[in-house]
């Protein structure tokens, strides 16, 4: 049977780099360009990775147990085994340090998808958090004029974690959309795929924006 599916665009800064105004049907990932796409992409995880263990040192449970003392605890990783029918699976997510399983009501952070899980376990294993050190969002050195950030546009974050410099002002600016992708992709699949392990893909149309770089 034959299945079809719609190429759903990117999200790119308002302030991207005009070389990103470009269409494209192959993508030559040893060339310049997409490797500033790719750079790019790896420094916008581990900027929202450090954004998102400043902010969780921040956060106070304030968690009140029946003997009416309220929690304090610093924050902290932990993890939970959800069970999804017959698949169980590890979680993480941040909360108290004084948080014990299958006890209720405590306040917890969801990791948000644009985090560097493996480097925040690094951070929260290996590192300390200074609140007078550096302010992670709002630190000018690492400051950017010509933006490559491409996220997918199924992603649920329209800010990119980085300070621009238009003109003579340095500012934080929010992701736009681009126009729905013309590209269909249509998927051939046997009925049987044990007999037939092979499905065909059929690339359809020309993408009117850059390769996102994952």
Sequence with gaps: FKEERKVLGVKMCEFASKELDVDHISVDFASSFFKNIFNANEKFFE?????TFAKTHEYKCGYVDQNGIRYDGASKL???????GSIASKKKFI???KWHFREKNYRYLTIPN?????L?????????YHPRGIDFEKDESDIIEECFTIRPNST??????FLHKVGDCIVKRIVKKSTACPVKFYYIIPKNLKECPF???????QHNHPSPPS
Excluded: W, Y
């Design 95 to 97: 909360g108290c340090a």
């Design 78 to 84: 932990n993890e939970f085994i959800q069970v999804i």
């Design 114 to 118: 644009n985090v560097d899980l493996e």
């Design 156 to 161: 649920r974050s329209d800010e990119f974690p």
């Design 47 to 51: 900027k929202a990775t450090l954004c």
């Design 120 to 128: 925040l376990e690094i951070m929260f294993d290996k590192h300390f």
């Design 199 to 205: 499905i065909v893909t059929i690339s359809i149309g």
